[in-house]
């Protein structure tokens, strides 16, 4: 199993966290808990050096999946397809609204060519406000 992996599933468990009952001294126990455990992570200086680069790691601690693509003007850091999709609509809300992956478009279909997929494969894993994108 290489080092990757198995901080993929350390980064796995500490952010699912764990099953806790409804009393909200529990609640707030299994918060401290999930908390110190992202915080206590140990990131491999090859992780470090990927983390919010272009085609590298996404930025999210919590995530860092590969095939960042997604720039984000405001931190300066490339985040995956999901947590640019999580993360754009926070500046669209705005007053006055401004777009936070003013990219988004052309790195989609940068991500598409990277990794070979097809405009059918990219409507598949797309929200269906992005599908636009890639019109039948």
Known sequence: MTRLSKMHRRVNRAVKGPDVSH??????????????ALEELEFSEEMKALKGKRAGNCNVTACQRPHAYFYNNVTNAYYCLDCAIDIRPSGLNCDPPFDLFPGFETQAEELRVALNYTPERMRKILPPKYRKLYPD
């Open 23 to 36: 009393s909200p001294v529990s609640e707030w126990r299994a918060a401290r808990d999930h908390i110190q």
